[in-house]
């Protein structure tokens, strides 16, 4: 059952892109829980607001990665969806399981974006802060500073060699090309079960209910896949 329907919010480069309701849930919550010294409340919520749009257009830019680059490869991109655990682009196509030195290059164009971006934002902070000689207290370096740790967030993140994210998407085609489908499938499965539940009890030992709840729901992702690969491995 779906509880609340995406809506769609415009076209870029072609593909449409939808926003999940529950994202200005998130951006609402930044605006009441985000801290600036020495700014009026109206200034620090404003700042929260524009905080939690820029870990959302951090994302948009990395799945532009990943379906531009699938569209080099042949493989249209039904949408863009953004949701709360981020996004996810819905490329059209057997391209994970038939295509994996293609899957390689989609898979890794997402996180190539968002070191990119990391490094901009990087030396973006930098340079305006030495110009004109200004601290990360200040709005604007804050902003920088913020958008460089989310973009080398979304590239450490999703390196990791759990299904589905792209770090095991690319994990999965090199055992693929080894061992084929069905036992690539299996090792995948396992690993992400094993990675997947350290990285659950790691993020509760730190208190992140956030990221051990996307860790636990990878799991979840990660048995419906291989649940689906059998099912094909059974039909054809
Ligand atoms: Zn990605």
Redesign the pocket.
């Known amino acids: 059952m779906k509880l609340l329907k995406s809506f769609r919010v415009g076209t870029l480069f072609g593909i449409p892109v939808d926003l999940h309701p529950s994202l200005l849930l998130i951006i609402g919550m930044f605006a009441v829980v985000n801290q600036a010294v020495g700014l009026p409340w109206y200034l620090v919520a404003v700042l929260g607001i524009l905080k939690a749009c820029i870990i959302y257009a951090s994302v948009l830019a ?2 532009y990665g ?1 379906a531009l680059t699938a569209r080099k490869f042949g493989f249209r991109t039904q949408k863009i969806l953004l949701m709360i655990f981020g996004g996810a682009a819905f490329i059209e196509g057997d391209w994970v399981d038939s295509r994996p030195k293609d899957s390689i290059k989609i ?1 890794l164009a ?2 190539a974006v968002s070191l990119a971006l990391a490094i901009v934002f990087l030396l973006l902070a930098y340079g305006t802060a030495s110009i004109f000689n200004l601290t990360v207290a200040n709005p604007l370096i804050e902003l920088f500073a913020w958008t460089m740790i989310i973009n080398a967030i979304l590239f450490v993140f ?1 390196l990791l060699p759990i299904t589905p ?2 770090g095991g998407r690319v994990y999965r085609a090199i055992l693929i090309m080894k061992f084929g489908l069905r036992k690539a499938t299996d090792v995948a499965y396992y690993t992400t079960v094993v990675l997947g539940t350290v990285l659950a009890i790691v993020s509760l030992a730190f208190s992140s209910l956030f990221t051990a709840a996307i860790a636990i729901s990878l799991i979840f992702m990660a048995y419906q896949e291989r649940k689906n690969t059998q099912i094909q491995s059974e039909l054809f």
């Open positions: 990395h799945e990943h898979s997402g996180p999703n994210l792209d």
